[in-house]
Every structure is written in structure tokens, then in C-alpha cells.
């Protein structure tokens, strides 16, 4: 089952269809409302426990999130 429980974000974005699934979480399509402008959505998983690897997987993500701002390629998706 998803761990999406809304089809919007406020009213910026709409979820238009489910993309993957991995192991903290799944990835979304979604299109801001704004512009038009198509996005991959991912969105994590909520730990159960507050345990080291909580603090291990906000690491990985800032860390994915700091990778992808520095890409600029029209193959790649961007981070905003």
C-alpha cells in the first residue's frame, strides 16, 4: 500500500501517478500547478523507532539532495 495518503501538496503540486518503490520510500510523479511543470516526488518513509539508523537515512538523503543540486544535465532529474 502507499505511504502518499494525499494527491496534492497544498495547492503547488498535483500527484499524477506512481513512479517506484525502494527501500525508504516510493516516488511519485507530480506536476506543480503553477507552471506545468512535471516533477518526481520522493517521499520517505516514517521510522517507527528513533534508533541510529533513523539519523543514518536523514543523512543519506541530505546527502542525495546535496549530489543532485550540483547535476545539470537534461538526462538527470534536478533537485529544487
Do not use: H, N, W
Amino acid at each position: 500500500s502507499s505511504i502518499l495518503k494525499d494527491t496534492s501538496f497544498g495547492r503547488d503540486y498535483r500527484v499524477e501517478e506512481f513512479l517506484s518503490k525502494g527501500s525508504y520510500g516510493e516516488v511519485y510523479k507530480v506536476r506543480r500547478t503553477l507552471d506545468d511543470r512535471v516533477f518526481a516526488l520522493k517521499v520517505f518513509r516514517k521510522s517507527k523507532s528513533s534508533t541510529p539508523k533513523e539519523s543514518s537515512s536523514q543523512k543519506m538523503f541530505r546527502q542525495e539532495a546535496d549530489i543532485l543540486r550540483g547535476i545539470k544535465s537534461t538526462y538527470i532529474v534536478g533537485f529544487e
